[in-house]
């Protein structure tokens, strides 16, 4: 594939000058030849590379990280006393960087390993700190909860092909579903018992509004023709 340098038309391989603006055009070189699948491939493969040196990067500035935290906290007390916490955090964001980009398009894959992950890092700080534990009966729940409310609106929007009123109607579902399930299990943990009652406020105005963003929807499609003709596009 090959630009005219004066105007960037593309020309064929056997023109001596360009059919738009009439410039000379140099004989073809072996870069010249490249076919567009060509570029795209070596454009992946670039977009690859720098996605894999930034990867290498975030790993050894993750273990740098560890290193100095621990080597800090040893050189403070002759003993690791703080560090579980920031070495801790650092693999927890490490992990999930790894998978979010290894990941991502997997949504089935992604979404249970990350979840896992959660639940290892909380694990991990309710080992550490002193106190109840509160990670089995608040931390596990309330993660799982997220988790696969989640998973379940995504892959629904995904299915669904939703359009941008239905993906507002859908994620307002979502956060009043999870607003509810955070809240029972709240309650069942500090006062035990199972009741709601902001969250029920909460979910009550978000379907409330359903309907409304449903007629608005209907007007819209209706009055589509005449909105355009009034805005001239
Ligand atoms: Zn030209």
Known sequence: MKLCEHCKVEVEEDSRSCPLCGNPIPPWTEED?????????????????IRRWLLEAFSLMAVTGILVVLAADMASGMS??????????IAFTWVSVIMGALLSRRTWVYLPAQTAAVCLFLYLLDRFTPGPAWFLPLALPVTLLTGTVLALA??????????????????????????????????????????????????????????????????LRVRRNEIRKLLHI
């Open 154 to 219: 995504l892959v629904t929007a995904r299915k669904l092909k939703l359009s941008a009123i239905g993906s507002v109607i859908a994620s307002m579902t979502t956060g009043g579903v999870l607003a509810v399930g955070l809240e029972l299990l709240i309650n069942r943990h500090f006062h035990r018992s199972w009741h709601i009652s902001w969250s029920a406020v909460v979910f009550g105005c978000l379907v409330l509004v359903v309907p409304l963003l449903l007629y608005f929807r209907r007007w």
């Open 33 to 49: 030849r490249v076919t567009p699948e060509q570029l795209q491939r070596k454009a992946r493969e670039a977009e690859r590379s």
């Open 80 to 89: 690791i006393s703080w560090a579980h916490y920031p070495v801790v955090f």
